[in-house]
């Protein structure tokens, strides 16, 4: 348990920040669940919608320090070349 002002100042801290970064990974979640939709329907159109909602948010994860670098930059990646070669 903690005992200094700081220590309990810390864990509220970290609770909050938590609940914020764990929506922000779920709302990620979502943008690419909505693409891999697109994809499954087949519809081309759809999917290059919701792949450019999906790139700023990634961009945002990894600026928050929720997401790697390398880890958006792949979840991307795979996901450009999926809905290109829907084409």
């Known amino acids: ?3 200094t002002p700081q220590a309990k100042k810390r864990i509220r801290r970290n609770a909050r920040r ?3 970064n764990g929506a922000r990974i779920s709302r ?3 943008l690419v669940k909505k693409v891999e939709a697109a994809l499954a329907a087949g519809d081309k ?6 792949l450019q909602t999906v ?3 990634l961009a945002r994860g990894v600026a928050r320090g929720v997401l790697h670098k390398n880890t958006a930059a792949r979840k991307f990646g795979r ?3 999926r809905v290109s070669a829907l084409g």
């Open 1 to 3: 348990m903690a005992n």
């Open 18 to 20: 938590a609940e914020i």
């Open 28 to 30: 990620i979640r979502t």
């Open 45 to 50: 159109d759809a999917a290059s919608a919701a």
């Open 55 to 57: 790139q700023p948010e």
């Open 79 to 81: 996901l450009t070349k």
